[in-house]
T-cell receptor
Framework: GAGVSQSPSNKVTEKGKDVELRCDPISGHTALYWYRQSLGQGLEFLIYFQGNSAPDKSGLPSDRFSAERTGGSVSTLTIQRTQQEDSAVYLC?????????????FGPGTRLTVT | KNQVEQSPQSLIILEGKNCTLQCNYTVSPFSNLRWYKQDTGRGPVSLTIMTFSENTKSNGRYTATLDADTKQSSLHITASQLSDSASYICVVSDSGSARQLTFGSGTQLTVLP
């Protein structure tokens, strides 16, 4: 079946603009995660959604970042008033559940460049 | 603070040779450890997952080891191929919830013909 898809694959934006990144998880996966990968750094957890539960937003770096998941499927990560330090690859992953033994399947990522 | 340290940062080997990548962690309490392979421009793909009671796990030419006492893991790649060129990421979970993952910064492996 189809894997996790993300769009756009690349996004170049000017400092101060808002951007929206989209993630389509694998059908049937109840858990969805957003990560940020900066050059030379490990993946940084941003937020996760599990079913209809309230999302864990503990990893969001500032109130400029927000995410929503509509209908338990597609998710959008929004960054308002982008800054140059927001430049990174944003990865989305989904899994069957939250338990640590469920494998996370990653999308190809969106490379965001803030000029 | 939970940390995962990987070494070396980068490695270049010739096709057909073996190599070993290292991962040291200070995550507690330990739940499991995973190795991921990330090709350039792609998302990470899981290679192995190991729990506390497992010492060795193989996936084709990839063999992962875990020493929970010393908090060390290694990933051994046998008879390397050009397609093995990628970043290898060690990820440690500190609870029963997948969100509690600590990622290493990866080892960039380059296999030359």
């Amino acid at each position: 079946g189809a894997g996790v898809s993300q769009s756009p694959s690349n996004k170049v934006t000017e400092k101060g603009k808002d951007v929206e990144l989209r993630c389509d998880p694998i059908s049937g996966h109840t858990a969805l995660y957003w990560y940020r990968q900066s050059l030379g750094q490990g993946l940084e957890f941003l937020i996760y959604f599990q079913g209809n539960s309230a999302p864990d937003k503990s990893g969001l770096p500032s109130d400029r970042f927000s995410a929503e998941r509509t209908g338990g499927s597609v998710s959008t990560l929004t960054i308002q008033r982008t800054q140059q330090e927001d430049s990174a690859v944003y990865l989305c992953a989904s899994s069957l559940g939250l338990a640590a033994t469920y494998e996370q399947y990653f999308g190809p990522g969106t490379r965001l460049t803030v000029t | 603070k939970n940390q995962v340290e990987q070494s070396p940062q980068s490695l270049i080997i010739l096709e057909g040779k073996n190599c070993t990548l290292q991962c040291n962690y200070t995550v507690s309490p330990f739940s499991n450890l995973r190795w991921y392979k990330q090709d350039t421009g792609r998302g990470p793909v899981s290679l192995t997952i190991m729990t506390f009671s497992e010492n060795t796990k193989s996936n084709g030419r990839y063999t992962a080891t875990l020493d929970a006492d010393t908090k060390q893991s290694s990933l051994h790649i046998t008879a390397s191929q050009l397609s093995d060129s990628a970043s290898y990421i060690c990820v440690v979970s500190d609870s029963g919830s997948a969100r509690q993952l600590t990622f290493g910064s990866g080892t960039q492996l380059t296999v030359l013909p």
